[in-house]
Structures are given as C-alpha cells and as structure tokens.
C-alpha cells in the first residue's frame, strides 16, 4: 500500500498546469522556428503565437496561446506540437488576437542564422 501511495504522489507532482505548458511552449518556440532557406516550404507548419504580458521590467510573461497562427519549421516542430497537444488536452485557454500576422511566413536569413518570420 505504501508503495502505491508514492506512486500516486509521484504522479500527481508531475502534473503539468497551462502556465507550464505556455512556458514549455515559449522555450520551444524559437528551436521549431529554425528554418533551412533552401528547403521546400521551410516554415510550412502551422501554430498558435504565445500572448504575452509585458512585465515592468521589459521580460515577456507568456499569458496563453493566440488563436492565430504562424508558420514554422517542419524539420524542427514535433516537440513544440506534443507541448500544443498537451495544451489542448488540458482545455487550456486560446486569446483572440486582432491584428494576427496575414502574410505567409518566411524563412529568413538573420545574425544569428535562419528562422520563420511572419
């Protein structure tokens, strides 16, 4: 019976919540954003934006996941759409944008190396 009840604890602790889950998504973005300039549809999937809420210290504190989309990296992606998923599962909350990226996204070549840009 103890032993159980570990295992109960065990599992309850790893429980991700929504905010877990936004920053999981946050910290995975810019990784499913690389892109490779010379491949076919570079940035073809596509995936909610992170809402943020600028903190007075200028950081960004992720809020929810847009109801918008833009495009990212399919050689690069899996990880941040198992977070998406687990995020829908827990019916965590989605934000209208107005103003949402209408242009396609881009693969665009920076200082720092390629990524999708809307």
């Given at each position: 019976?103890?032993?159980?009840?570990?295992?109960?604890a065990?599992?309850?602790?790893?429980?991700?919540?929504?905010?877990?889950?936004?920053?999981?998504?946050?910290?995975?973005?810019?990784?499913?954003?690389?892109?490779?300039?010379?491949?076919?549809?570079?940035?073809?999937?596509?995936?909610?934006?992170?809402?943020a809420?600028?903190?007075?210290?200028?950081?960004?504190?992720?809020q929810?996941?847009?109801?918008?989309?833009?495009?990212?990296?399919?050689a690069?992606?899996?990880?941040?759409?198992?977070?998406?998923?687990?995020?829908?599962?827990?019916?965590?909350?989605?934000?209208?944008?107005?103003g949402?990226?209408?242009?396609?996204?881009?693969?665009?070549?920076?200082?720092?190396?390629?990524?999708?840009?809307?």
């Open positions: 019976m103890a032993s159980t009840v570990a295992l109960l065990a599992a309850c602790s790893s429980a991700q919540t929504c905010q877990d889950l936004l920053n999981a998504y946050e910290t995975e973005a810019p990784v499913a954003a690389v892109c490779d300039p010379t491949a076919a549809n570079p940035c073809s999937v596509q995936l909610p934006l992170i809402v809420l600028q903190l007075p210290d200028g950081g960004l504190m992720p929810a996941l847009a109801e918008c989309e833009a495009g990212f990296s399919p690069h992606s899996a990880q941040l759409e198992q977070i998406l998923a687990s995020y829908q599962a827990l019916n965590c909350r989605f934000e209208p944008v107005p949402c990226p209408s242009a396609p996204t881009q693969c665009v070549q920076g200082a720092m190396g390629a990524s999708c840009t809307p």
